[in-house]
């Protein structure tokens, strides 16, 4: 069974500061996903992640893939306010439909 | 481009009344399709999916059903509602290979 699990699943971090999200999965998959959900909204893909090494930045996140130690990590730099809301990350393999981990809810404080 | 249409967006229904909840999309063929749950702060659950009509994949087992009548529509349904069924109903769309999906607005669901 594929298991995905991000930590920390609650971040509470001031403005202009930098921090990593972790996102650790149990199958061999290259194809990682990340998803950014504001309160009461719809998920909405941030980064897709399809080979060891890769590496993704939109602004101030910076999202990157490490399928030997199954691990992906999400950078944020300088975080501001408009940063807070929960993020995922969801796995896939072949013929499974993605697994999501439970969320890091963020909040950017000034 | 594509877009995907999910409603309604916000639902009270009583215990025990019948449910169905409606996904379409347009701009694609042949999507995949899929219905995830989220409960009050926690993550998402993927309840079925279908990679093609009258193809379903049931991910749970309880008292919600899904079909796909037709290649870019799909249904979430159940003939009586329980309390633990409320939530937040995301649909979401996807190709075949390395594809993101693409979620609807989604509903709310609140069974009192």
């Known amino acids: 069974e594929l298991k995905v699990e991000q930590n920390p699943l609650f971040l509470s971090m001031q403005e202009g500061k930098n921090y990593t999200i972790y996102c650790n999965y149990s199958?061999?998959?290259?194809?990682l996903y990340w998803y950014r959900q504001d309160p009461g909204k719809s998920l909405e893909s941030l980064f897709v992640?399809?080979?060891?090494?890769a590496v993704k930045q939109e602004g101030r996140l910076m999202a990157s893939l490490d399928t030997k130690a199954r691990l992906s990590t999400l950078h944020i730099t300088a975080a501001v306010h408009d940063l807070s809301a929960t993020y995922f990350c969801?796995?896939?393999?072949?013929?499974?439909?993605?697994?999501f981990g439970k969320g890091t809810r963020l909040s950017v404080i000034a | 481009s594509q877009t995907i249409h999910q409603w309604p967006a916000t639902l009270v229904q009583p215990v025990g009344s019948p449910l169905s909840l409606e996904c379409t999309v347009e701009?694609?063929?042949?999507?995949?399709l899929y219905w995830y749950r989220q409960a009050a702060g926690r993550g998402l659950q993927l309840l079925f999916y279908?990679?093609?009509?009258?193809?379903i994949s049931s991910e749970v087992p309880q008292n919600l059903s899904a079909s796909r009548p037709q290649d870019r529509q799909f249904i979430l349904s159940s003939k009586k509602l329980l309390l633990s069924d409320s939530g937040f109903y995301l649909c979401?769309?996807?190709?075949?290979?390395?594809?993101?999906?693409?979620f609807g607005n989604g509903t709310r669901l609140t069974v009192t």
């Open positions: 279908s990679v093609g009509i009258g193809q």
């Open positions: 979401a769309w996807s190709v075949e290979g390395a594809s993101p999906l693409h």
């Open positions: 199958t061999t998959s290259d194809r």
């Open positions: 969801a796995v896939d393999d072949l013929n499974t439909p993605l697994v």
């Open positions: 701009g694609t063929s042949n999507p995949n």
């Open positions: 992640l399809l080979s060891n090494g």
